[in-house]
């Protein structure tokens, strides 16, 4: 008996990609498993190309034709990433995974509109309002901006905004705020 999988349009998270050295090639190869929109910068494009995968945007700030067919290009107006989010949020996408050297504040403002994942250097971030509940394995490293913590269980604080999960089980956060935390855990 097989299994046959339905995929919709914009259904899986898009891809974008900032920094391809943020993240071993083995991850980014999983992210690239259901073939989502890649998009990528004239930094990353070249990375995609020459290991012959499908990039469906470039964000440039140069003219180029890319040998690769049906590739969409688009001036850079606002920066990279927010200029791949704006696109992608016009485009009705509900999620996104982006893969660069570290978290941007600025991400928050787009997360009511779409659900940002941030990859980068062996760790995994959310933005997450209100509270956050997950099952992680014992000395699993957590990093939260303390200052937006009202209460958390299952963690131990090491430093300043740096957690470790004290057993395996579920790990509570409630946030003394509604806009949306970053919450970093080890991948």
């Known amino acids: 008996m097989s299994s ?19 993240l071993d090639e083995e991850y980014i190869g999983q992210l690239l498993e259901w073939s989502p929109t890649v998009i990528a910068n004239d930094d990353t494009v070249d990375f995609f190309l020459a290991a012959d995968i499908k990039v469906d945007i470039v964000f440039s700030t140069k003219e180029s034709v890319y040998e690769q067919e ?21 485009h009705n996408h509900k999620a996104i995974n982006i893969v660069c050297d570290a978290p941007d504040e600025a991400l928050k403002a787009y997360c009511a509109a779409i659900n940002i994942v941030v990859l980068s250097h062996g760790m995994r971030y959310v933005y997450i309002r209100h509270r956050y509940e997950k099952w992680k394995e014992a000395g699993a490293r957590i990093s939260v901006p303390e200052n937006r913590l009202k209460s958390f269980v299952g963690l131990k604080q090491i430093n300043r905004n740096e957690f470790l999960t004290e057993q395996d089980g579920f790990i509570y956060l409630e946030f003394n705020s509604d806009e949306y935390v970053c919450i970093g855990e080890e991948i």
């Open 4 to 22: 046959h999988h339905i995929i919709r349009e914009n259904q899986e998270p898009a891809l974008i990609v900032a920094s391809y050295e943020a």
């Open 70 to 90: 049906k590739i969409k290009t688009f001036s850079i107006t606002k920066g990279f990433i927010p200029d791949a989010l704006d696109y992608l949020i016009y």
